[in-house]
């Protein structure tokens, strides 16, 4: 299950349970999105994926004329979500989610976003609009929501017997994009940690492979997170600094190109220090503040 799939081949990766790789391969989708039929006494879709008429072809020749219960969205991203209209209008599904793209941010990406920022990645998928909400700890047929912001504030992760769909939250060949407002580093490490808590036997990500070992998976990101947060503060500790100043020295084996993505990241770990009064930014929090040590 480690190779790669051909984007719109129906794929059995389990008893019940049949994957459909999108044609949108870029670098935040690895091989492209994926997307899931789960067979449990009626048909649920998860993440019909992007705006494609291939891959709604292809969905729909996997369904095989079968009624379509439910469509359901781990989050409102441009890769995951705009099909669920034309699904749903082609098979009467309702669908399903947390909420629309600005659902469950937190208070300080609220006021962030109302500041003007605006996030980074995949896109967000404005116009979403779920027909019936999930929230933590609902059932949609078989599947029970589990809502894991951090990624993105609507951003749901599903359960079903002794599996995990794991949205964007986790994926085994890439650490998760946490672009501040739409994703908020604090929620993330929160969310790790609560599927720390369940015993999965696998995880399936939104893009790339299975996930067959997910307590070591989740033990990497998180150390990953908390390795990068020491290089921040050791930075600081140094001097302060601005955003760009702090990656140029942080991300040091980076393209230029790139730079622009790790000023993202810093920022989201930066909000999330500022939050635990670890680090102070002047004159506020913002993308162009001069960030220090709090004393």
């Given at each position: 299950?480690?190779?790669?799939?051909?984007?719109?081949?129906?794929?059995?990766?389990?008893?019940?349970?049949?994957?459909?790789?999108?044609?949108?391969?870029?670098?935040?989708?690895?091989?492209?999105?994926?997307?899931?039929?789960?067979?449990?006494?009626?048909?649920?879709?998860?993440?019909?994926?992007?705006?494609?008429?291939?891959?709604?072809?292809?969905?729909?020749?996997?369904?095989?004329?079968?009624?379509?219960?439910?469509?359901?969205?781990?989050?409102?991203?441009?890769?995951?979500?705009?099909?669920?209209?034309?699904?749903?209008?082609?098979?009467?599904?309702?669908?399903?989610?947390?909420?629309?793209?600005?659902?469950?941010?937190?208070?300080?990406?609220?006021?962030?976003?109302?500041?003007?920022?605006?996030?980074?990645?995949?896109?967000?998928?404005?116009?979403?609009?779920?027909?019936?909400?999930?929230?933590?700890?609902?059932?949609?047929?078989?599947?029970?929501?589990?809502?894991?912001?951090?990624?993105?504030?609507?951003?749901?992760?599903?359960?079903?017997?002794?599996?995990?769909?794991?949205?964007?939250?986790?994926?085994?060949?890439?650490?998760?994009?946490?672009?501040?407002?739409?994703?908020?580093?604090?929620?993330?490490?929160?969310?790790?940690?609560?599927?720390?808590?369940?015993?999965?036997?696998?995880?399936?990500?939104?893009?790339?492979?299975?996930?067959?070992?997910?307590?070591?998976?989740?033990?990497?990101?998180?150390?990953?997170?908390?390795?990068?947060?020491?290089?921040?503060?050791?930075a600081l500790a140094e001097a302060p600094g601005t955003i760009p100043e702090l990656a140029a020295r942080i991300y040091?084996?980076?393209?230029?190109?790139?730079?622009?993505?790790?000023?993202?990241?810093?920022?989201?770990?930066?909000?999330?220090l500022v939050g635990r009064g670890l680090v102070t930014a002047d004159p506020?929090?913002?993308?162009?503040?001069?960030?220090?040590?709090?004393?």
């Amino acid at each position: 299950m480690t190779n790669r799939p051909e984007p719109g081949v129906p794929e059995d990766l389990a008893p019940g349970l049949i994957r459909v790789l999108a044609p949108n391969p870029s670098t935040f989708t690895y091989w492209g999105t994926n997307s899931y039929l789960v067979d449990d006494g009626d048909l649920s879709l998860i993440d019909p994926g992007p705006q494609d008429r291939g891959h709604f072809e292809a969905l729909m020749a996997a369904l095989g004329g079968r009624p379509l219960a439910r469509i359901v969205v781990t989050h409102a991203h441009r890769d995951h979500s705009p099909l669920a209209g034309v699904v749903a209008k082609a098979t009467g599904a309702p669908v399903l989610a947390f909420g629309r793209a600005e659902a469950g941010r937190s208070a300080v990406m609220a006021r962030l976003a109302a500041a003007g920022l605006t996030g980074g990645g995949e896109g967000i998928d404005a116009g979403f609009v779920p027909d019936r909400l999930l929230r933590d700890g609902d059932r949609a047929g078989p599947l029970r929501a589990l809502h894991t912001p951090g990624h993105m504030g609507n951003h749901l992760c599903l359960l079903w017997r002794d599996v995990v769909f794991t949205g964007d939250l986790v994926m085994g060949w890439s650490t998760s994009i946490v672009s501040p407002p739409d994703g908020d580093l604090t929620d993330f490490m929160a969310s790790c940690g609560r599927l720390q808590d369940i015993a999965a036997e696998v995880f399936h990500p939104g893009h790339g492979a299975p996930v067959c070992d997910p307590a070591a998976r989740l033990a990497d990101l998180i150390a990953h997170r908390k390795g990068r947060e020491r290089q921040i503060r050791a930075a600081l500790a140094e001097a302060p600094g601005t955003i760009p100043e702090l990656a140029a020295r942080i991300y040091t084996d980076v393209t230029p190109s790139l730079l622009p993505a790790a000023e993202r990241n810093v920022f989201a770990h930066l909000i999330d220090l500022v939050g635990r009064g670890l680090v102070t930014a002047d004159p506020e929090l913002a993308l162009m503040a001069r960030y220090r040590i709090a004393t």
